[in-house]
C-alpha cells in the first residue's frame, strides 16, 4: 500500500492548510514512522492511509473488552471535535469504481442513474468505513451531509449578511440533498447528528438552505431549532435572518417568489408551534421550549418593526420595505395550511397584545394631551394597515373584549391602544355601538367601585372616538351631555358619585385642551341643586384654566365645532360666522334660532358684546326710509365693533333675511332698546359723515362734555351695584362696554377716530399736560375703581389689592372717628392682609419696630419709585394699622391663619418649598403656638394646636373650596392640593407629641386627641336614614380614616406601660369601629387599609411590652367580644395581611406569631379546605370566627354550587351553620345594596342554599331574626358585624327567601309565628319609611329584581301569614298579645287573622260545628 500513490482528493491539492486540517493525523503517527516517511524518497513525501495506520496502532495494543471500548469512544470524540469528513470520504479506499469523489458528484450535472449509483457507492463505502471506526453509520453519514451543505453555503462570493442561494448554490444543494435522501431511504441518516453540526458552523448557513432542508422532508425547521441547546441563540441567529428575508422579499430580483415561500413556512411553523394547543409533540424533545423559542421569535420580529415605526423610517427605504414585508405575513391566507383556525386567532390576539404593550412609556397625562396626535389620518399606514388585517380574524366583540383586557391588566402604550381605536372606529361597521356600549360598561363600573382607571379609559376611549367626526361617532359634546346631562346619568345615583365626576375633571384640568373644557361649561352635568357648590367650583376652576390659556368661554361662538380639539377661533371671526349661520337658519325655519336664544339667556356676555353687534353691522339708510330725528353725530357703532370691520351698505327697503332677524329678535325683548336705538342711528348717519369729521370732533369745547361726564358717572355707580350682587355677574361685561362708549363720548372720541380704535385709552395721573375736564375724568375713573375695589371686597376679599383697599380707607376716613374707619373695612380684607404680610415679608415676623412718634400718622404712597411690596412693609408699619389690629375680631387668628393658607396651592405659590416650610414652622412653632388663647393662640399646648388643625383641615376639606375628595390615596385629604404641606405639619406635630415626655404619675392615661376631635364632629351632625344624612356621615368619616392613615398607626393603638403585663389601648378606636365605621362596612369586613393599619400599630405596641405575644392574645381576645369586625375584617384580607405580619413579628422577635393571630390563620386555611376536594379538619376556633371565613371563601371562589361544600360540614356543630347563614344574609343584602358585590354564585342562591342545609338538618335558624343588642354573648357580638341599616333590612332578607321555607316545618317551631309577623311588621314599616326604596334603587341589577318590587314583596309576605296563621299550633299563640297590638295600624287584616285563631284556642267549642243530630 504503501508502495503506490496515494489517491489524491478529488484533484485537489493537498498543501499546508490540508495538513492543518488534519492535526489528528500526524499526532497518530509514531515519531518513527514519521522520520522514515520523511527521508524514504521513493515515497515521495506519501502517508500511509488511514486504514493501515489504524490498523497497524491496533496490532500493537493488546486491549481487553473495556480498554477497547474507552478507545472507541476516545476516536469518536477526536473525529468528531476535529476530522474533516470531507477530506476522509475523499481518502476512503475501495475496489475500482468506488472511490468516492463527493465534490464531483455534488458538481455532476447529468442524469440521476449515475448519482443514484454513486449516492448507494457512497452509502455503501459509510458503511463499510463506520464499521472500521467502530462509528455508527448515522452519525458518520449526517456530519459528511453537513460538510457538503456548509462548503455549499461557503461557496458564494457575495459577502455577508445574506439568505438566499444563488442558482449555483441550489444546483449543489440538490445533488446533495438526492445523496441525503438515499441515506435516509438506508437508515443511514441521523437528523439529532447533522443539525448538532450545523449549529456549530451557524454563522455560514444560509437560511434558504436551512428552507430547503425541511421542504426536501431531510430535517424540518422544528427538529432544526430544537436540536440546538441555547434557546436565546436560536432566537437571535432566526430573526435576524428573518428581517433580511423581508429586505430581499420586497427587494425587486428575481428570487423574490423564493423568499415570500419561504416566510410563509417559517411564519406558518412559528405560529403552529407557538400558539396551537394539543399540537402533535411526536418527535419533539421538549414542547414547551419549543413553543418559546416560536414566540420569542414572532414577538421580537413585531417589536423591531414597531420600534422602525417609531423611530420614524422613510418610505421606499430597507426598513421600510422590511416592516412592509412583516405586517404583510397578517393576511388571512397565509395560514391556510394550519389545519387549526384557533392558531392564527391566538397569535393575532396575542400580536395585539404586543402592539398595545409596546414600550409603555408615555403616562395618562400624555395620552390627555396628545392624543389628537394619534386620529386615524395621522397614523402610519403601515400601523393602521396591520390593525386592520388584526380585525380581519378577530370579531369586533373580541376586539373590543381584548382590548379592554389589556387595558386592565397590563401597562399600555397609549398612542398604540388609542390609534386601535381609531382604526377600529373607522373600518368596522358596527364600531359606534360597540365603542358606545364600551364606554357605558366602563363608565358604569367607574362609578360604581369610584375606579379613577375606568373612568379616564371611558373619556380616552370616548374622545378618541369623536376625533374621528359625527359620521364614526358623535361629536364630545353630544358625547358629554347625553351621558352626563339628564337626572339618568351615571353621576345621578348619589352624592359621592358627583363627587367623583368632579374630582375626575378637576384633576384633568390642568391637562385639558381648550375645547373640552369649553364644552365641560357650555354643556354641564345635570346637578342637584343642593350640589350645586360642585358644579359652580369645577366652573371656577376650568374657568380659570382658560383665562390662563387666554381662551375665553364668553367668546366662543353659538356653532362652533366643540369635537375636535383644535385651536380656538378668534371672537370677531366666530361672531360674524354665527351671524352667517344664523342668518341661514332663519330663512330656513322662519324661526329664532334656538342656539341665539339660549345664549341670549345663559351666555349673555357673548351675545352683547360679539354676536349684537356682528349682526348690527350699521347699513346706510336710504334717504327716503330715514327716520325723523336720526341725524345725531353722537350716536354710533355699537360697542366692540370695528368701523373699518362694518362696511356699510344699505338697508333694502324690502327687509331681507338679516334685518328680518333683527326685527324678530327685537319685538322678542332680545336686543337692548339703547343698543337697537344706536344701531338705527349708526346706519343713518354713516353714510353723511365726512372724513375730515373725524378731526373736528376731537377739539370740543369742555362745555360739550358734562352731559357725557354724568352719563359716565351713573355707569359706573350701576357697575359698583352690580359688583356687589352676585346674580349680576352676567351682566358685568356688558355693563362694562356701556362704560366704554361713555368713557369714549366723554373724552371726545368719535365713532371715526381710527386712530384710537382697538388702542387702550392713556390716562396718567402724572402729565402736566391734562385738560380740566380730562383731569375730572381720572379722579372719577380712579375714585370708582377704588370705591369697586372696597365693595368687592366685602363680598370676597382679594389676594393682589388688600394693600390698596386699606391704604384708600385709611387715607380717605382718616379725619373721622375711628368708628367710622374700621366701619368701612372688613375684617376678612384686614387678616388676609396679616396673612399676606407675615407669608411674604419675613422682616415682618420679628416684634414691631414702631415709627418715628415724630412723623406724620399716615404718608401716602404714591411716589412711583414705590412697588407694591414697599407699600405693604410701609403700611403693615403705621402705627394707625397698628391700632386697628388691637380690635377685636380683626387679629389674625390660629384659625384664621390656617384657613388661608389651606388654599394656596403649591403649584401656584411664590415660596419654594423650602421657604414655605419655614415660614410653617414660624407661624405655628414660633408664633401661633405660645401665643394666648385670647389672642387666637394655643397657650403654648401642642396637643390644642393639633386639634384645631385637623378641625380646620375637615372644615376646608367639606367645604366648596376644596375640589372634592375620594378614597385616592395619592392626594392627601381632598382633591385640593394645597393642604398636602398642612397634613405634613400635622404629622410632624403628632409625632412630636409621641416622641414628648410622659405625663406625670400613674393616672389613667386619656384617649388621643383625634378621637376627640371626630367625636365632637360626628355628634354634631344629624342622625338618620336618609340618604342626605348617610353621605353627610360617610364624607365626615371617610376624611377622618384618611387622616388616621396620614398619621402613625400608633394612634390607633396606645402603647402597653413596661411595667405591667397588659393589652393596649384601643378603646378609643374600638369605639369609633361600633359606632361609627361598622355603618359604612361592606359584607362584614373594613377596608383593607385601615384593617392594616390597625394591626400594624398592634404590632408595634406588642413589641414594645415586656410579653409581645401575650399583649397581642389579650388585644386579640378583647376584639371577639368588643370590636369582632376588626376579626372578620382580618380574614378577608388575610392573603394580604399575613406576610406583612410576618415581616414585622420576624424583625423583632424569633418566637412564632402570637396565638390569636394564628388562630385567625388556621380559620383561613380551614375555609380552605372545605372547599377543597379534602375532608374539612375540626372547627379550630369560635365558630363565628370560621363561619366568617368560609363565607369570605365561598365569595372569592365563585362556584356554581356549593351543596358539595355544605356537606363536608356534618360534624362540625350546628353553630358553624348558623353563623355561616347569618354571614349570608349580611351578604345578599350587600349586594343589593352594592350591585357589583355580586359574583358568579348570586348571594341568594348561597342563602337559598344555607338555609336549606340548615331546614335538612333540622337546626333552627330563626333565633337570627330576633337578635337584640341586649342579647349577652354571640347575639350582641353577631349585631357588632353587620351596619345598622343592614340588620334594618334584615326582613326584606327574610321574605326574600319565602320561596325556600320548609313550611311544614316551620309551623312546628314556637318562635315561627312570632318572627314572621314581627318581620312583616317591620317590613312594613320600612315601607312607609321608604328605606326600602333604596334596596330597589341601588339593586337595578341584582337579585331582588326577580322579587319585583316592594309592594309585590309585601303583598306575597302578607299572603304567606294569612295561610300560615291558620296553621300554627296553640303554643305560638303565647305571645299573641303583643303582636296584636303592633300590627292594630299597620294591617287590620292579619290583625283579625291574629285574633280570629286566638279566639279559636281559647274556646274550641265556638268554632266547632254544630251537632244536629
Known sequence: MGARACPRPMGRKRGPEAERRRPWLVRDMSAS???????????????????????????????????????????????????????????VEGPPGKQLCLNRLIDYDGPGAHIDLSSSLIGSALRDQAAQLGVPAAVLCSQVVASGLVRVCEAD?????????????????????????????????????????????????????????????????????????????????????????????????????????????????????????????????????????AVAVLERMLASALEALAAGIQEGSAAHKAVSCWFGVFSGHMYGSIISTESPKRFFCHTLTQILTHKPVLKVSDAVQMQREWSFARTPPLLSGLYRRLFVVLSPEELVGHLHEALETQEVNWQHVLSCVSTLVICLPDAQQLVDGWVSRLLTHAFESCDLDSMVLAFLVARQAALEGPAAFPSYAAWFQATFGSARGFHGSSKKALVFLFKFLSDLVPFEAPRYLQVHILHPPLVPSKYRSLLTDYVALARTRLADLKVSVENMGLYEDLSSAGDVTEPRCQAAQDVEKAIMVFEHTGKIPAAVLEASIFRRSYYLSHFLPALLT????????????????????????????????????????????????????????????????????????????????????????????????????????????????????????????QLRSALGLGEDDSDFEGAPVQLSVRSPKLQPWEQRVVDLLLTSFCQNLMAASSVAPPDRFCTAAISYSL?????????????????????????????????????????????????????????????????????????????????????????????????????????????????????????????????????????????????????????GHSENSDLVLGGCTGNRDIFSRLQEMAAGLEQGPARLGHAAPRGHFLFGVFCRRLQALARGWDVASRLQRQQELLMCKRILLGLPPSVLVGSPRLEQLAAPDCDDFFHLVNSELRNFSHDGALTHDITAHFFRGLLNACLRSRDPSLAADLTLTACQTQCPLLLTSALLWWPHLEPELHRRWRRCSQSPLPAELRRLQEARHFAGSVLSPLAAPPTPGPAWLCAAALHFMIRQAGKESIRRELGQLDGQGEELLV???????????????????????????????????????????????????????????????????????????????????????????????????????????????????????????????????????????????????????????????????????????????????????????????????
Open 33 to 91: 514512522q514519521a522520520r522514515g516517511a520523511a527521508s524514504d524518497p521513493g515515497h515521495g513525501g506519501c502517508r500511509r492511509a488511514w486504514v493501515e495506520l489504524l490498523a497497524g496502532r491496533v496490532k500493537r495494543q493488546k486491549l481487553g473488552p473495556e480498554g477497547e471500548q474507552k478507545v472507541r469512544e476516545s476516536a469518536l470524540r477526536l473525529l468528531r471535535g476535529h476530522l474533516n469528513l470531507g477530506d476522509l470520504v475523499l481518502e
Open 157 to 293: 462570493a457575495v459577502p455577508p449578511p445574506k439568505v438566499l442561494l444563488t442558482p449555483d448554490q441550489r444546483k449543489k444543494l440538490s445533488s446533495l440533498f438526492e445523496v441525503a435522501q438515499n441515506l435516509l431511504a438506508q437508515s443511514m441518516f441521523s437528523r439529532l447528528s447533522f443539525c448538532q453540526e450545523l449549529w456549530k458552523v451557524q454563522n455560514s448557513l444560509l437560511l434558504e438552505a436551512v428552507w430547503r432542508l425541511h421542504v426536501q422532508n431531510i430535517v424540518s425547521l422544528q427538529e432544526l431549532l430544537e436540536s440546538h441547546a441555547d434557546s436565546q441563540a436560536v432566537v437571535a441567529w432566526l430573526s435576524r435572518d428573518l428581517r433580511l428575508l423581508c429586505e430581499q422579499t420586497e427587494a425587486p430580483c428575481q428570487h423574490a417568489d423564493v423568499a415570500r415561500a419561504m416566510l410563509a413556512d417559517f411564519v406558518q411553523m412559528l405560529v403552529s408551534r407557538g400558539f396551537q394547543k394539543n399540537a402533535d409533540v411526536r418527535g419533539t424533545v421538549d414542547p414547551e421550549r419549543m413553543s418559546q423559542v
Open 618 to 741: 350699521p347699513r346706510v339708510v336710504s334717504t327716503r326710509r330715514r327716520e325723523r330725528g336720526a341725524g345725531s353725530a353722537e350716536s354710533g357703532v355699537p360697542a366692540g365693533v370695528s368701523p373699518k370691520s362694518c362696511l356699510p351698505s344699505q338697508l333694502p327697503r324690502i327687509p331681507d333675511s338679516r334685518a328680518a332677524l333683527i326685527e324678530s329678535l327685537r319685538r322678542a325683548d332680545k336686543i337692548p332698546p339703547s343698543l337697537y336705538s344706536t344701531y338705527r342711528q349708526a346706519c343713518s348717519t354713516v353714510g353723511e359723515k365726512k372724513p375730515e369729521d373725524a378731526a373736528s370732533q376731537r377739539e370740543v369745547e369742555p362745555s360739550c362734555k358734562e352731559e357725557p361726564l354724568g352719563l359716565l358717572t351713573t355707569a359706573l355707580r350701576e357697575l359698583r351695584a352690580s359688583v356687589t350682587d352676585p346674580t349680576q355677574r352676567d351682566a358685568l361685561l356688558a355693563q362694562m362696554a356701556v362704560i366704554s362708549e
Open 811 to 963: 387715607c380717605k376716613f382718616s379725619s373721622q372717628s375711628r368708628d367710622m374707619s374700621y366701619s368701612c373695612l372688613s375684617p376678612g380684607l384686614i387678616k388676609k392682609f396679616q396673612f399676606m404680610v407675615f407669608r411674604w415679608f419675613s422682616e415682618a415676623r420679628d416684634p414691631p419696630s414702631w415709627e418715628d412718634p415724630a412723623s406724620s400718622p399716615w404718608r401716602p404712597l404714591c411716589l412711583p419709585s414705590v412697588d407694591w411690596q414697599r407699600a405693604a412693609l410701609c403700611l403693615w408699619k403705621q402705627r394707625t394699622l397698628r391700632e386697628l389690629l388691637k380690635q377685636e375680631g380683626l387679629h389674625l387668628t390660629y384659625r384664621d391663619w390656617l384657613q388661608l393658607e389651606l388654599e394656596i396651592q403649591p403649584e401656584v405659590d411664590s415660596l419654594s418649598d423650602t421657604e414655605r416650610q419655614d415660614f410653617h414652622q414660624w407661624a405655628i412653632h414660633q408664633h401661633f403656638l405660645p401665643a394666648p388663647s385670647a389672642t387666637g393662640g394655643c397657650d403654648g399646648d401642642l396637643e390644642v394646636a393639633c386639634a384645631t388643625l385637623v378641625d380646620v383641615l375637615m372644615d376646608f376639606c367639606q367645604s366648596s373650596r376644596s375640589y
Open 1219 to 1413: 353563623f355561616l347563614f347569618f354571614f349570608s344574609l349580611m351578604g345578599l343584602l350587600s349586594s343589593h345594596l352594592t350591585p357589583q358585590a355580586a359574583g358568579s354564585l348570586k348571594p341568594l342562591d348561597v342563602c337559598a342554599e344555607v338555609l336549606g342545609c340548615l331546614q335538612r338538618k333540622r337546626i333552627s335558624w330563626l333565633p337570627l331574626f330576633q337578635l337584640t343588642e341586649t342579647d349577652a354573648g354571640l347575639g350582641r357580638t353577631l349585631l357588632r358585624l353587620a351596619p345598622d341599616h343592614q340588620v334594618r333590612l334584615l326582613p326584606v332578607a327574610f321574605y326574600s327567601l319565602l320561596s325556600y321555607f320548609d313550611e311544614d316545618a316551620l309551623l312546628q317551631e314556637d318562635a315561627f309565628l312570632h318572627v314572621a309577623v314581627n318581620m312583616y311588621l317591620k317590613l312594613v314599616g320600612l315601607f312607609v319609611a321608604g328605606e326600602t326604596g333604596a334596596v330597589w334603587t341601588l339593586a337595578h341589577s341584582g337579585d331582588l329584581q326577580a322579587q319585583g318590587d316592594p309592594v309585590s314583596l309585601i303583598t306575597n309576605a302578607r299572603l304567606f301569614l294569612l295561610q300560615s296563621i291558620p296553621r300554627c299550633p296553640k303554643r305560638s299563640f303565647s305571645d299573641v298579645a303583643e303582636l296584636l297590638g303592633a300590627s292594630a295600624d299597620c294591617d287590620p287584616e292579619v290583625r283579625a287573622a291574629l285574633l280570629s285563631r286566638q279566639q279559636a284556642m281559647l274556646d274550641p267549642d265556638l268554632y266547632q260545628e254544630p251537632r244536629l243530630f
